[in-house]
């Protein structure tokens, strides 16, 4: 399998569209400056995103990552309605610390204007049947999501997809000034 180029798809819901799972590209750099303008993506996230130049930066990280095989992150698509190119409303990435050991973390956001539609949920599905089911024998036995105590939100799109709570963590200021809750799902028997 071409990793690098793979795309992952969300089937339609009876209340919302498919959704495309695709690596990100320097095109989305205008895109996703405006996304990051988003006080409440920054508050859980730590987006590092502000304008355009920072959103090329990170957008380099991602596909950097993607090319050593320890970052696979995807923007999270869906069509518009009026046929126009498809509308970005998230991310979720598998990052992939030392490629071979049993363990990755999962992550994921949400675009404010598609919040509350089960964006997160869709995408973070499909994400973690693709990474148990790509890397074979050879890829994560355990994944795992980390997420702020205080993040309601995340804690059922966690839940929703099969991570089980498995203990708190404790703050580690600054980069972590609040306790967070350690989520995490093991692969299915191979």
Known sequence: MDLPT????????????????????????????????????????GFPVEDETSAERWLREQIRGRETRRRFAFAVTEPR??????????????????????VAEVGYWTAAHARGRHVASRALRALTVWA?????????????????????????????????????????PPAHPLDGHLHARTAPAR
């Open 132 to 172: 148990f089911d790509a890397f074979g024998a050879e890829g994560p036995a355990r994944l795992e999501l980390v997420h702020q105590v205080d993040n309601a939100a995340s804690c059922r799109v966690a839940r929703a997809c099969g991570y089980d709570l498995v203990t708190v963590l404790p703050a580690v």
């Open 81 to 102: 309605a009026d046929g126009a190119r498809d509308d970005l409303v998230g991310h979720v990435v598998l990052k992939y610390g030392t490629p071979g050991l049993p």
């Open 6 to 45: 793979v795309r992952l798809e969300a089937p339609a819901t009876s209340t919302a569209p498919a959704l495309a799972l695709r690596p990100w590209r320097l095109a989305d750099a205008a895109d996703l400056a405006a996304l990051g303008r988003d006080d409440a993506l920054r508050r859980w996230t």
